[in-house]
C-alpha cells in the first residue's frame, strides 16, 4: 500500500487475534497493520510533513475546539467511536473522510454511517454527535493549511 498515491478513506482501531491493529482503506485496497492508530497517525503526518498541533491551533482559530477534525494532506477526516475500549490505553475513535461519506441512519437504535462504496459502519457515537462533527469537519477552509 502506497499511503501519498492513494486517497485514504478510513483509519480505524480494530482488534484482531494479535491484539490492537488499525485498518487503513483507500481507494486501491485495505490492509491491517499490527500497529496502534496513534502510531499510524504519527506515521502519516510524518509522510505529509504535517504537524498536527499546528493544524490544532489553526481550527481553534476557525472557532473549532471540541471534536476536531483530522487533516491529513488535503483531506479532511471526521472522529468516530468505532469501538468500546477492553483496556485503558486502547483508542476508541477512528477517522473517515469526509469525502466518502454518504449518508448517516438511526436503524434498530444504532447508528449506522454508510459509504460512497457502499460500505457500512456501525458506529457508537449518537447520531446527534456524529451529525454534528460531519458538519463541522465540511465547514473546515481547508485552503489555510
Do not use: H, W
Not at 485495505?30 to 502510531?39: G, P
Amino acid at each position: 500500500m502506497n499511503l501519498l498515491n492513494e486517497t485514504l478513506i478510513l483509519i480505524l482501531p480494530i482488534y484482531t487475534d494479535t491484539g490492537d491493529c488499525t485498518l487503513l482503506k483507500t481507494t486501491a485496497s485495505s490492509e491491517i497493520f499490527e500497529k496502534s492508530i496513534k502510531s499510524i497517525l504519527n506515521r502519516l503526518f510524518f509522510m505529509t510533513s504535517q504537524d498536527p498541533k499546528s493544524i490544532k491551533l489553526k481550527l481553534r482559530e476557525q472557532g473549532i475546539k471540541n471534536t476536531p477534525p483530522l487533516i491529513i494532506g488535503s483531506d479532511i477526516f471526521v472522529k468516530i467511536k468505532v469501538r468500546k475500549p477492553r483496556a485503558s490505553n486502547d483508542k476508541a475513535y477512528g477517522y473517515i473522510n469526509t469525502d466518502f461519506i454518504e449518508k448517516v441512519v438511526l436503524r434498530d437504535d444504532k447508528v449506522v454511517l454508510t459509504l460512497k462504496d457502499d460500505t457500512e459502519l456501525e458506529i457508537l457515537d449518537r447520531y446527534s454527535t456524529i451529525s454534528k462533527n460531519i458538519t463541522i469537519a465540511r465547514s473546515v477552509e481547508i485552503d489555510n493549511f
